[in-house]
């Protein structure tokens, strides 16, 4: 991603000082800050109170907190894997990186496991920049031909993407993002349509600064005008990552990502879910009631964080002491609202069959 006009990464190991960095999510938009990850305990904070967020970032950065466990205690394999196994239910990438960790690290000797856990972090890391710039482009190639058909009527294509699927939500490029990032590297001429994101407005806080950063048009709406604007032809195509994906095709994302399916096929309008393989869950034959919803914190809807007029970074109380809160984090798109599905491997349809074949 492009940060001041330079490039930078969520997660990054640094070699001269063996420690490993992340951008601290819950400071931006008001501050940049980077954090370093000391030890597996401090990752575990970091993964399950979202100071790194987006399902294939956080299967990285348990990936490098295996690394930083075993530093402390070559013996510690399951201890650390069940640690962070518990910090996040939803997001499968975390379970998908914990396996592969496992299944490479166990039978290794104590005294290379260390070493090799740190290489496969590393090739983990370098492995999803190069898948969702792949995904960026397959799904670049969608944009294209929308565009080509539409440009003799407009003068920009409008899409709508939901919560932050980004390069914050990845290592580089993002998910979604990607798509939007490589559609603009054509010269696409492009607006995106942010939703806020509540409860914890990862749209307004960290895919419109993403956007910013890349000067990219945009303007952020809430979370219930999407429907409006699909039914007054403002919106040409929506675009939206994805936290596990069932072997039927069933997307589960970012609470509110079904409203916005349900509205983009009442109008007609292309619903793409851009994800690499390892969020799909093999698994799973399908995802309404079977995947786990993340059940949050009740104070995230209680209380809204942001930057007061004398520029202090506080929370203030928008319900009555005392309210009964539901907060799901997530919620379970059908397979039969998604348009396609876009992955470094190319662009399926949201059926067992398709998503089968990408195996192959």
């Known amino acids: 991603m492009i940060i001041g006009g330079e490039h930078m990464q969520s997660i990054w190991y640094d070699v001269g000082t063996d420690q490993v960095h992340i951008v601290d999510q819950t400071r931006l938009p008001h501050e940049f800050q980077v954090l370093t990850l000391e030890n597996m305990e401090a990752a575990c904070h970091a993964i399950e109170f979202m100071q790194v967020r987006g399902a294939p970032l956080i299967g990285v950065t348990a990936a490098y907190a295996v690394y930083l466990a075993l530093r402390e205690d070559a013996q510690s394999l399951d201890h650390a894997c069940a640690a962070l196994a518990a910090t996040r239910p939803t997001a499968v990438n975390l379970q998908w990186a914990l396996d592969r960790c496992r ?31 792949a995904i960026g482009n397959h799904g670049a ?12 009527s407009q003068d920009r294509l409008n899409i709508l993407t939901h919560c932050n699927a980004g390069a914050l939500a990845t290592v580089d490029w993002g ?19 942010v939703d806020e994101t509540r409860p914890r407005n990862q749209g307004a806080a960290l895919t419109c600064w993403e956007l910013a950063q890349a000067d990219i048009p945009h303007s952020l709406i809430v979370d219930n005008a999407g429907g ?24 589960c994302n970012k609470i509110g990502t079904y409203l916005k399916a349900l509205a983009a096929f009442d109008n007609q309008i292309p619903f793409y879910v851009a994800l690499p393989l390892s969020s799909i869950d093999f698994a799973l034959d399908a995802g ?39 907060n799901p984090g997530f919620d379970v798109t059908p397979a039969r609202l998604v348009t396609s599905l876009v992955t470094e491997r190319g662009v399926v349809a949201a059926n067992s069959e398709a998503i089968a074949s990408l195996l192959d």
């Open 103 to 133: 299944a490479a690290l166990q039978s290794v000797a104590p005294e290379s496991r260390v070493l090799q856990a740190l290489e496969l972090a590393q090739l983990m890391e370098k492995e999803d920049i190069a898948i969702c710039e």
């Open 141 to 152: 190639d969608l944009v294209e031909s929308l565009w080509q058909e539409k440009r003799s």
């Open 175 to 193: 998910t979604a993002l990607s798509v939007v990032y490589k559609s603009a590297e054509r010269d696409i001429p492009l607006h995106v349509w």
């Open 228 to 251: 409006h604007l699909m039914q007054a032809g403002l919106v040409d195509l929506c675009v939206v990552g994805s936290d596990r994906t069932t072997r039927n095709g069933d997307v």
């Open 288 to 326: 309404v009631n079977q995947i786990p919803i993340e059940e949050r914190a009740s104070g995230e809807v209680t209380d809204i964080p942001g930057r007061t007029a004398d520029g202090l970074i506080a929370s203030v109380r928008v319900a009555p002491e005392g309210v009964q809160v539901s």
